[in-house]
């Protein structure tokens, strides 16, 4: 079911807290309940998505960093076991 412009505009005004807050209090006509239904549904799903790329980025920079660690210690640690 797709979501009417108007209450798109309101539930992205009120945001995912709001909406769930009212939805779960049984404040909305039957129409509206649903398409609030599909648009948490929606922010949950791009939530999700923005959260897995974050994750990656993350551990993507983490692997960079162990490496650059690891070569930039690489002398030091090569005198110590020389000696």
Do not use: C, D
């Not at 108007?6 to 049984?26: C, D, H, M, P, Y």
């Not at 994750?55 to 002398?75: D, H, K, R, S």
Request: no cysteine; hydrophobic share 45%.
């Amino acid at each position: 079911m797709s979501v009417r412009p108007e209450s798109r505009a309101k539930f992205e005004k009120q945001g995912v807290f709001l909406t769930r807050l009212e939805f779960q209090s049984g404040n909305m006509v039957p129409p509206e309940n649903r398409e609030a239904v599909t648009w948490l549904a929606e922010q949950e799903h791009k939530n999700k998505w923005q959260e897995t790329v974050r994750y990656w980025w993350m551990l993507g920079f983490t692997i960079v960093a162990a490496a650059t660690a690891t070569i930039g210690a690489w002398p030091v640690v090569k005198a110590w076991l020389t000696n």
